[in-house]
């Protein structure tokens, strides 16, 4: 070693270190109470010096002491930071069943939020569900059956969805996210009443809903009325063209969606002209087109979508309910 070289300093144990060596003294001697309290506050040490696996490794120190679930969820929360999403929902899954055994649904419901977040499974979500019922936080509740729900729908399985849905809006019968599956799950089940039902739902909440309106020009086409779901798709697009160029492109979608059912409609064409137009050239002003409401009261007795009528049959006379839907001020 060159003359002008430091001497090496002995190594001094860490804050951890010393902690874990306190903690594990008297863990020895029979004294839990000041070990856990060591163990903890060399824990908190670790996680706030970052020191994630560490932390992780004394909280196992805890658990071996500790018996309550509460411990293993921290435990839980750092395998989830750590990555270990696998070993975390594993764990978080343990915690449910101890803390429902205990009969401590809040401290459940935490353990099962952390195992659907780690793995995110049905049987996880449905299980989280039932727990945030039981605690009464509904609109929870309604969402993770709305997740459900929607992959059901996904993978045509559309009586498990109008179920699930159900379930929610019985939870929350004005929480849109399920409302919106639901309409998609009946019109896929040709449930039309059930889908107009939802959709009037909707659209009380959100009375210039674009999806709702989508909802209801496919019910109208589920029956054989293809000019009355291009009315309803050309207001939609009349209002969405008036809320600026934002909206533009879903105003031209609906156009040309509309289009292909009537290509003669004369408010349709114009509505195209108007939105082929240059941002910057001057729109004419609409006429009573924007005010026209289309009301639902043939669709209101419907059960199940039927193939149309033969042209020679007479019109069936139906119960009048009045008009609800993309209304505006002025009457029709």
């Avoid at 969402?143 to 729908?153: G, K, Y």
Wanted: glycine content about 6%; some cysteine; hydrophobic content about 50%.
């Amino acid at each position: 070693m060159s003359r002008g070289a430091p001497m090496p300093l002995p190594s001094q144990p860490s804050l951890i270190d010393a902690q874990l060596q306190n903690a594990d003294w008297f863990a020895a001697a029979g004294q839990i109470g000041p070990a856990l309290g060591l163990y903890r506050t060399a824990a908190q040490t670790a996680e706030a010096q970052g020191l994630g696996q560490r932390a992780l490794a004394i909280h196992a120190r805890i658990a071996r002491l500790d018996a309550d679930p509460a411990v293993r969820l921290r435990i839980a929360a750092l395998q989830l930071q750590l990555g270990q999403a696998d070993v975390a929902a594993a764990t978080a899954d343990g915690v449910v069943k101890d803390e429902l055994r205990l009969q401590r649904v809040p401290q459940a419901m935490a353990a099962a939020r952390l195992a659907v977040a780690a793995e995110p499974t049905e049987s996880r979500r449905l299980l989280l569900a039932d727990l945030a019922a039981r605690m009464g936080t509904h609109a929870d509740a309604a969402d993770q059956l709305a997740i459900v729900a929607q992959v059901e729908l996904a993978a045509g399985r559309h009586a498990r969805a109008q179920s699930l849905c159900g379930r929610a809006l019985r939870l929350s019968p004005q929480h849109v996210p399920s409302l919106r599956v639901a309409v998609d799950a009946h019109l896929r089940a040709r449930d039309i009443h059930r889908a107009v039902a939802a959709i009037r739902t909707i659209l009380a909440l959100l009375p210039h809903d674009e999806q709702a309106a989508e909802g209801m020009a496919n019910a109208f086409v589920l029956l054989g009325k293809p000019d009355r779901a291009a009315e309803v798709l050309h207001l939609l697009a009349l209002r969405l063209a008036d809320a600026g160029p934002d909206a533009s492109a879903s105003a031209r979608a609906a156009v040309r969606r509309a289009l292909a059912w009537q290509p003669q409609h004369a408010g349709l064409q114009a509505l195209d002209r108007r939105l082929a137009q240059p941002a910057s050239t001057p729109v004419q002003a609409q006429g009573d087109d924007a005010t026209r409401v289309i009301d639902l009261r043939d669709l209101v007795e419907v059960g199940r979508a039927s193939p149309p009528a033969p042209a020679r049959a007479p019109a069936r006379p139906m119960r009048r309910t009045g008009p609800y839907a993309l209304r505006s001020s002025a009457p029709t």
